[in-house]
């Protein structure tokens, strides 16, 4: 809303391309669309590491190159900065130099070439196959849950109709390689879930989200944890797996499934396609507003400077 304010437009879209994550909003009128909404993970350090890869490929001349050290993943990004470019009459054989500056040592400089791969690197925008997503989901959700609702156990950051969508689109991908969401049955044995990991305190998020700091009275959602080696408590409105006739699986939110489904699932798709989707679902079949959105494409964020990238992305 910001961006579209100081451009002095009340109907468009905003592309905001950070570092490491890529978001996309219909505004219409000074009001964002909610169905427009959609996250896409990748972004400039995307490119700096795709770059960097290219360039070792092709005999970069400092093989040392660690993009965990400040100082290397900042030349990592000058060079991105310097010769990234997506002007098609740019690409040929070049021939750069750079320097090193590492703390405590001498100063070196290289020479190097480059020919294509100063063009396919920022080409991930609109071809993010070639990114490494490996560890995109690594140690997703591991420091706290996602966030929900205090009242309503809703998630406060609900996934929009466009984003839906991208996701139906990823997950019916051939080369889409998804982990599976299992969910286990378990004994006869009685047991309460435990929010706690073990051997650690009691999370500190999870228990100031039981807090009610207003006053008033309401139920919590979870059940009680009992002392250690005694039988845990039950809260009131705890379905018991098995008693009185209620079935496990019915005690499981459908919702819940469905978001850890969408949580397994990466959101990686070329821009422009994503830019299209969320125009298609913030119009909703209305022409003149599909016109309003298509001219007045706002891109913004560091990842949005390389050279020629504004030419390309109307082109496309």
């Known amino acids: ?27 219409d009128e000074g009001m964002i669309v909610p169905d427009s909404r959609i996250n896409l993970k990748y972004g400039g350090d995307d490119i700096t590491n795709t ?41 040929a054989v070049q021939t750069y130099n750079f320097h090193v500056r590492a703390p405590n040592k001498e100063t070196n400089k290289f020479n190097f070439k480059t020919y294509d791969e100063v063009y396919l ?19 997703r959700r591991s420091l706290w849950p996602k966030s929900h609702d205090l009242y309503d156990d809703i998630p406060n950051d609900p996934v929009s109709i466009a984003q839906t969508a991208l996701f139906s689109d990823v997950s019916s991908s051939d080369d889409a390689e998804l982990p599976t969401l299992n969910v286990s049955i378990p004994s006869t044995t009685l047991a309460v879930p435990n929010t706690v990991p073990k051997g650690s305190a009691l999370n500190p998020i999870t228990h100031f ?24 408590l039950l809260g009131a409105s705890t379905p018991v797996p098995g008693a009185n006739g209620v079935n496990f699986l019915s005690s499981i939110s459908l919702n819940d499934v469905a978001e850890k489904q969408d949580d397994s699932i990466l959101p990686i798709a070329p821009l422009d396609k994503a830019i299209f989707e969320s125009i298609k679902h913030a119009a909703k079949g209305d022409e003149k507003k599909s016109k309003d959105y298509f001219t007045g494409v706002l891109v913004v964020g560091g990842g949005s400077l390389t050279p020629g990238f504004y030419h390309l992305l109307e082109q496309r």
């Open 1 to 27: 809303m910001a961006t579209s304010f100081g451009a002095g437009f009340s109907s468009a879209c905003i592309v905001d391309i950070g570092a490491q994550k890529t978001s996309i909003s219909c505004v």
């Open 51 to 91: 770059l960097t890869q290219m360039f070792l490929y092709n005999s970069f001349p400092y093989e040392d190159i660690d993009l965990r050290r400040r100082y290397d993943y900042l030349l990592a990004e000058e060079l991105k900065t310097k010769y990234a470019t997506l002007n098609e009459a740019d690409v």
């Open 121 to 139: 690197a920022p080409m991930a925008y609109f071809e993010p196959s070639i990114i490494d997503v490996s560890d995109k989901l690594k140690g």
């Open 209 to 232: 989200n039981n807090v009610n700091n207003e006053g008033t009275p309401r139920t919590s959602t979870a059940g009680s944890p009992g002392p250690e080696a005694s039988t845990p």
